[in-house]
Antibody, heavy 122, light 107 residues
Framework: QITLMESGPTLVKPTQTLTLTCTVS??????????VGWVRQPPGKGLEWLAL???????HFNPSLKSRLTITRDTSKDQVVLSMTNMDPVDTATYYC??????????????WGQGILVTVSS | DIQMTQSPSSVSATVGARVTITCRAS??????LAWYQQKPGQAPRLLIY???TLHNGVPSRFSGHRSGTDFSLTISSLQPDDFATYFC?????????FGGGTRVEIQ
């Protein structure tokens, strides 16, 4: 059974760097076709894709945030880590990590973590 | 970047009604479109991918169609469990992008 769980701070101050960890189970981060992405959702608003990392360590970023984002994986710990620099109150959102649906041939997400609400406030 | 315009933003309907939600892509995305359902306090759930393929366990009352760059999600007979917000997502090119969402409410 595939599961993902986000962890990290729920409150950060403006200008700080946010680091979120996605711990996965039920699949290997190094298996062919595997991808893990991050998506965020401000309170009461829509979904915004942030980043994706593949089994071979390749990655993609949303260009609107690319300069602020880093995504890495640790296969020994079954973790994917997203960092976002220079946090601002507009970055207040629920952050989700999600598993790429490998059978689809492209990037859609079939399993999601429960999400972590991150508030940016001084 | 590809913009996904979803409409309506909300719809009120009764149990048993037929509901259709549309999503328009700003450019050709072939059939690389997915639909998600999200309930309050929950993560999105994948319903449909590749325009019309139902994901595992999704009831057959859900269906998806494409006409050019216009995509639709239809619920043939709305059930109490279907009251939720629905999002489309294009997966043709990066950056991935979502529609603004459609809230399906009880009338």
């Amino acid at each position: 059974q595939i599961t993902l769980m986000e962890s990290g701070p729920t409150l950060v101050k403006p200008t700080q760097t946010l680091t979120l960890t996605c711990t996965v189970s039920g699949f290997s981060l190094s298996s062919n076709g595997v991808g893990v992405g991050w998506v965020r959702q401000p309170p009461g608003k829509g979904l915004e894709w942030l980043a994706l990392i593949y089994w071979y360590d390749g990655s993609h970023f949303n260009p609107s945030l690319k300069s602020r984002l880093t995504i890495t994986r640790d296969t020994s710990k079954d973790q994917v880590v997203l960092s976002m620099t220079n946090m601002d109150p507009v970055d207040t959102a629920t952050y989700y990590c999600a598993h790429r649906f490998s059978n689809s041939g492209y990037v859609v997400f079939d399993y999601w973590g429960q999400g972590i609400l991150v508030t940016v406030s001084s | 970047d590809i913009q996904m315009t979803q409409s309506p933003s909300s719809v009120s309907a009764t149990v048993g009604a037929r509901v259709t939600i549309t999503c328009r892509a700003s450019q050709d995305i072939s059939s690389w479109l997915a639909w998600y359902q999200q309930k309050p306090g929950q993560a999105p759930r994948l319903l449909i991918y590749a325009t019309s393929t139902l994901h595992n366990g999704v009831p057959s009352r859900f269906s998806g169609h494409r006409s050019g760059t216009d995509f639709s999600l239809t619920i043939s007979s709305l059930q109490p469990d279907d009251f939720a917000t629905y999002f489309c997502q294009q997966a043709n090119v990066f950056p991935l992008s979502f529609g603004g969402g459609t809230r399906v409410e009880i009338q």
